[in-house]
């Protein structure tokens, strides 16, 4: 069992910055990749951005390549989502999840992930 917890979020002007954080607990830390979504209201949740626990590769969606930037802190089993530069399109709640295996490039796949967190709240408007 794994249990995430998002935070972070919140209400932000476009163009500013938000830092997102997701802690992971649990009996069963083994997991090999932590990946970020987001869920717009009326919109399929969409894959942001991914990490290798193991060497720190990641991925990112075109849609924030450039402007987002994941990281993580294997001691604390934390990974972090900075966000700059954040549009009124970034408004979604953004979940994290972890899986117990690293797919590549078909890290997009929701299916391929195994526990999720409750979400957090972006929104950017002025």
């Known amino acids: 069992q794994v249990q995430l917890v998002e935070s972070g979020g919140g209400l932000v002007q476009p163009g500013g910055s938000l830092r997102l954080s997701c802690a992971a607990s649990g009996s069963t830390l083994n997991y090999y990749a932590i990946g970020w979504f987001r869920q717009a209201p009326g919109k399929e949740r969409e894959g942001v951005s991914c990490?290798?626990?193991?060497?720190?590769?990641?991925y990112y969606a075109d849609s924030v390549k450039g402007r987002f930037t994941i990281s993580r802190d294997n001691a604390n089993h934390t990974v972090y989502l900075q966000m700059d530069s954040l549009k009124p399109e970034d408004t979604a709640v953004y979940y994290c999840?972890?899986?117990?295996?690293?797919?590549?490039?078909?890290?997009?796949?929701?299916?391929?992930?195994?526990?999720w967190g409750p979400g957090t709240q972006v929104t950017v408007s002025s």
């Open positions: 999840a972890v899986a117990f295996g690293w797919y590549g490039s078909s890290w997009p796949s929701d299916r391929l992930y195994d526990y």
């Open positions: 990490i290798s626990v193991s060497d720190g590769s990641s």
